[in-house]
């Protein structure tokens, strides 16, 4: 009998058994812990027959272990749950699927003559809910042929009913599974996250985000952020967070930190967190070793005839140097201090000068950077490596497995492996995904720093900028931003996409928790009266959001005096009758000829709201209502496609940013920054700077509420 069961977040078979066992039999077992010296999705079962004898088992062998210990199956049984278990975890997403429909056509469970839920049961539930590719193959095979599947579907849908399972679930269902739910409810699509590449082991895989500390992450870096996370949680793996602080001339404490906090926004909690400057002394060592191989040497050619060398695939004197010439230059290099007027050049790796792939061409491995002083190591280091050779070999010393990055450093492959090769290093396998471009969207670091300086953008966190903190900013929500890259899957093809694609998405997730709220213009607004109103104001509780009472109750004030847009007015005659939103019916009665005021009559009893024109309106509360700034803003660029040479000064939009003031609803002294909301008949909008009263002591009576407008997907102008 199992004395010890340590269980991880993810082991909701071994749970549910754990469950099922306490409910059937009322047996008083002890609770499943997680133990934190364990990686947190392991299953580790401790067996008494032994002191120190363990057994480390899958979460599903776990279950078939543990059911067995308090009721014992016959061997046959066994036999054909261990067999099961095996082929759940083994078959093909499309073959599973089909395997599970045909064991249930003539059984209730997936054991024959078995009457309740074994093991088996459990192990083919558990990949259902925390394999992504098996649950897309079982909602689309239900869908095309439900009567030739109704099997699996009776059988799933029991087991969904089952409230020792459901408990299980919600307490240890990953991450991963949550987020392909919120790809299917919110983008309607999903794509492929079959890899086809060795080493894809449960438990085994390692994936590493490396960003450079010169930045802030934009949409592009959190894409891959989110597809290595998304990879080691859906193999329970690991994913290592390593910046890669080899250039001192372009990073930054300030970026490392807002890179840290913007990962947690994104909800990515890397399992270790490391930096290049970890491994210089070995990356130094590793240099050397290759300096003495006849792999590397010390050029000394200016640098941009070194460049012209590359184009053209010349190779230079240095090139067919020695091993001790190359050896003593290195070392020399090795001694470089700030402020040395001897030129050293830099380390090259010896490849193939002819290669058709200019990567291939002799790459740079190390070079002077003499300041600033590094923001870890400070002045021990006058030489870093660079990327290409920093990369590839601190990921096989990480242990990391799998490297998935953007498809523009495709042509960077065959040198990634060679880097590994000439070291004798373990080769991860490596996965290009598309890259993440927009229409009108800036992405190079360089080119949003231009902007920054040159004082055309508030900061990093623009609203204009595609930086996390921009996006956020402007109102795209996390969750949006998640099902929207994962809706892409591992696809390598990469597109020019607009921002309403993404902007349709958000709108799917605030519409159904944005409270609504009512704001009228301020320059052009109309006075009404309603004639037959009360003297006094009257105060009504009505629901924020109309199709939602969890969002909360507001409160509506009703009064003879009020305010309506002046295009409302202006698109009605005397005589007609016209909709207030959340009063009634009202008939004009008069306007005067500016149009600035008009008399209007509340028909109480006319509940006929089909063919009426509906106003947006509020009481004139004597100062009382919030000054508002609304924002709205538009692409930083003029240009849909950015190419790398284009002069960035030259296709700024200088409209990209429209201001302009309204009276909004006393309830919209509540709003709190980065609450989002809707503004009925205008659109959503995120706080950006929260209302201070006019007569609050030592404030100052500038700062209104700011609103800024969230996109909705539908390219309104």
């Not at 003559?113 to 992504?132: C, G, I, Q, V, Y």
């Not at 503004?679 to 006019?694: K, N, P, S, T």
Request: glycine share 4%; charged share 25%; net charge neutral.
């Amino acid at each position: 009998v199992a004395t010890n069961i340590i269980v991880g977040p993810q082991c909701i078979a071994v749970r549910a058994a754990h469950r099922l066992l306490q409910s059937t039999n009322s047996l008083s077992l002890p609770p499943l812990n997680s133990d934190p010296s364990l990686s947190p999705n392991c299953v580790k079962v401790i067996l008494s027959t032994a002191p120190q004898s363990s057994v480390l088992l899958t979460d599903s062998s776990s279950s078939l272990f543990l059911l067995n210990a308090f009721s014992p199956s016959s061997p046959i049984h066994t036999a054909l749950l261990t067999s099961f278990i095996e082929l759940s975890s083994s078959l093909p997403p499309s073959e599973f699927i089909s395997h599970l429909n045909s064991s249930l056509i003539l059984n209730t469970f997936l054991l024959p003559n078995h009457p309740t839920l074994s093991s088996a049961d459990l192990s083919a539930w558990r990949r259902l809910k925390l394999d992504p590719s098996a649950l897309t193959e079982y909602h689309a095979k239900i869908q095309s042929n439900p009567l030739q599947y109704r099997f699996i579907a009776r059988w799933f849908n029991h087991l969904e009913s089952v409230d020792e399972l459901k408990s299980a679930c919600n307490l240890g269902l990953s991450q991963v599974g949550s987020q392909w739910d919120d790809v299917m409810r919110l983008v309607k699509s999903q794509g492929s996250f079959e890899l086809n590449l060795p080493g894809l082991e449960l438990g085994k895989v390692v994936t590493r985000f490396p960003p450079e500390p010169s930045g802030y992450l934009h949409v592009g870096h959190a894409k891959a952020a989110m597809l290595n996370d998304f990879f080691a949680r859906y193999f329970r793996g690991k994913l290592v967070l390593r910046f890669d602080d080899t250039n001192p001339m372009k990073e930054k404490l300030e970026f490392e930190k807002n890179i840290l906090e913007d990962l947690k926004k994104l909800g990515i909690e890397p399992d270790v967190v490391e930096y290049t400057s970890d491994y210089f002394e070995q990356l130094m060592e590793i240099a050397t070793q290759m300096v003495l191989e006849g792999k590397a040497y010390v050029d000394l050619t200016p640098v941009e005839e070194l460049r012209d060398e590359r184009m053209k695939m010349v190779e230079n004197k240095y090139r067919v140097q020695s091993v001790e010439e190359n050896l003593k230059m290195w070392k020399r290099m090795q001694q470089y201090k700030a402020g040395d007027s001897e030129e050293v050049g830099v380390l090259r790796a010896k490849i193939d000068m002819k290669s058709k792939n200019g990567a291939m061409r002799d790459p740079i491995m190390y070079r002077v950077v003499a300041s600033p002083p590094h923001h870890r190591t400070g002045t021990t280091y006058a030489i870093y490596p660079s990327y290409d050779f920093s990369c590839p070999v601190v990921d096989s010393l990480e242990g990391v497995t799998h490297a998935l990055r953007s498809a523009e450093y495709a042509d960077r492959e065959a040198q990634y492996y060679w880097m590994c090769d000439a070291v004798g290093m373990r080769r991860p396998y490596m996965w290009d995904f598309a890259r993440l471009n927009f229409q009108y969207t800036v992405m190079s670091k360089r080119k949003l720093l231009w902007f920054v300086e040159s004082g055309l953008v508030d900061g990093w966190d623009d609203p204009r900028f595609p930086t996390v903190q921009g996006i956020r900013r402007r109102g795209l929500t996390i969750e949006a931003l998640r099902a929207f890259i994962l809706s892409q899957g591992s696809s390598k093809n990469s597109t020019l996409m607009e921002w309403d694609k993404i902007w349709t998405v958000n709108k799917r997730v605030i519409d159904p928790i944005a409270p609504r709220f009512t704001a009228i213009d301020a320059t052009s607004k109309v006075n009404v009266v309603v004639v037959n109103a009360s003297d006094t104001v009257e105060t009504q509780s009505v629901l924020k959001h109309k199709k939602n009472a969890s969002v909360g109750r507001k409160l509506l004030f009703k009064w003879k005096h009020v305010i309506v847009e002046r295009e409302d007015a202006e698109s009605v005659c005397v005589g007609e009758i016209v909709t207030f939103m959340d009063w009634g019916n009202m008939k004009v009665l008069e306007k005067n000829e500016e149009g600035t005021a008009m008399k209007v009559e509340y028909l109480k009893d006319d509940v006929d709201y089909k063919k009426t024109k509906k106003w947006t309106w509020s009481a004139d509360l004597n100062g009382e209502l919030v000054s508002t700034k609304l924002i709205k803003y538009d692409h930083l660029v003029s240009k849909a496609k950015i190419e790398d040479d284009d002069e960035i000064e030259k296709i700024v939009n200088d409209e990209s940013k429209r201001e302009w003031s309204v009276l909004g609803d006393v309830n919209l002294k509540m709003v709190k920054k980065g609450d989002i909301i809707q503004l009925e008949r205008r659109g959503y909008y995120i706080c950006d700077a929260v209302h201070l009263r006019d007569d609050a002591v030592g404030v100052d009576s500038s700062k209104v509420l700011t609103l800024i407008e969230i996109p909705d997907g539908r390219g309104r102008k």
